[in-house]
């Protein structure tokens, strides 16, 4: 329509500095439910310890220590094994379903996103082709975890290197995610040319015909606008 020849002949023209770009901050949070947090768990522990050992009195101390004791007699052990279902429903999950012995793991993974409408010879060769009725736009974005979070007593706590975060395994997307690793730890979001099936993107320097136009973009999209 005379909508789209409009908008193809605008980005023709328009300075490479003037093409739009964004960056933003995006914040998502997962939620398992009956998932024991035993790293809450310990922290919450040590909350209470630290709070019972401000406020109790020394006479009321020797008493809860004595009875401990008896407790790891009778459990024939320290007892390090064993965790009260008090301190698990004690973990708040916010709309999560606790029960006894039982903690909701929340996560919040924090993504810096850069999106841009990029030009060289990707846009070139977009424009060139809308003329031929090739809907090739040069847009992409690409996303990247910044911050790794988990709730605890009501607060997002940092999670650090050490305690075994998982690294992101960059995944590749064309609006939808694709069965596609970028090899990357970052996401990339492209307008990638893709197969039939929607599964994989075209790709190949041996193709001919419509393949290899397919294939050029992608090439072209990569160079041009996710390196961006």
């Known amino acids: 329509g005379s ?11 328009t300075k490479p500095a003037e093409l739009p770009r964004g960056l933003r ?29 401000a406020t109790t009195s ?43 012995g039982v903690a909701a793991v929340e996560i919040q993974d924090t993504f810096l996103v850069y999106e841009v409408l990029g030009g060289g010879d990707a846009r070139a060769m977009s424009v060139r082709q809308s003329a031929q ?35 992101l395994s960059g995944s590749a997307f064309c609006f939808l995610p694709l069965p596609v690793r970028t090899g990357l730890p970052l996401h990339v979001n492209g307008y990638f040319e893709l197969s039939a099936n929607r599964r994989d993107i075209w790709w190949g320097s041996d193709m001919t015909g419509d393949g290899e136009v397919r294939s050029r973009w992608n090439r072209l999209l990569l160079q041009d606008v996710v390196a961006e």
Do not use: M, Y
């Open 3 to 13: 909508g789209r020849r409009a908008f193809f002949q605008r980005l023709a023209v």
């Open 25 to 53: 901050e995006l914040r998502v949070v997962f939620r398992e439910a009956n998932v024991v947090d035993f790293a809450a768990v310990e922290a919450l522990q040590r909350l209470t310890d630290d709070e019972k050992e």
């Open 58 to 100: 020394p006479e009321k101390k020797e008493a809860e220590e004595q009875e401990d004791e008896e407790a790891k007699s009778h459990r024939g052990g320290s007892g390090g094994d064993l965790w009260d279902a008090s301190i698990f429903t004690a973990v708040p999950a916010a709309g999560g379903n606790l029960e006894a």
């Open 133 to 167: 009725g090739h809907k090739l736009l040069p847009w992409a974005g690409v996303a990247a975890r910044v911050r790794c979070c988990r709730r605890i007593g009501g607060e997002w706590k940092p999670i650090r290197a050490e305690q075994n975060v998982a690294p």
